[in-house]
């Protein structure tokens, strides 16, 4: 009898420390909270973009953003690991030249959005060398 009590507490005490250590871990995603006594600003969009002007096909880059008083945050073409934060950047590798809007929903129900086109180009192209980044038309 004694064995099977020491064999019991044994057992317990092993999923007590698994349960306590799945307790202690850091969430996979960050859980955003809003304080609902304060009211927000308006929703904003502070930055939007990535961290080359030009790609060629099969290359990575980073896209970064950041918003303010935002309570969702999408991006299209859709990307994994997208939520509202004041700076946050996901990894790209866009096939084609593509066309990138991040939309930013407010806790108002107002919507902030921005754009912009990663240029992609085939290796062994006259346009490689293009490295400018537009924004809305506006080159940079």
Known sequence: MLV???KVLAAAGLLLALWSM????????????HNTAAPPGPVRILRFRATVG???AGEKAMLCYGVENAKAVHI?????????????????????????????EGY??????????????KPGSNQAERRNLYYAG???
């Open 76 to 104: 299209a073409p859709p990307l994994d690991d997208v939520y509202p934060s004041s700076n946050h950047c996901v990894e790209i590798v866009p096939l084609h030249t593509t066309h990138y809007t991040i939309l930013a």
């Open 4 to 6: 099977f009590t020491t």
């Open 54 to 56: 030009a790609l060629r």
């Open 108 to 121: 108002d129900g107002k919507v902030a959005t921005e754009s912009f086109t990663m240029l992609v180009v």
């Open 22 to 33: 799945s307790v202690m871990r850091e969430p996979e995603r960050p859980v955003w909270a």
């Open 138 to 140: 506006i080159l940079r």
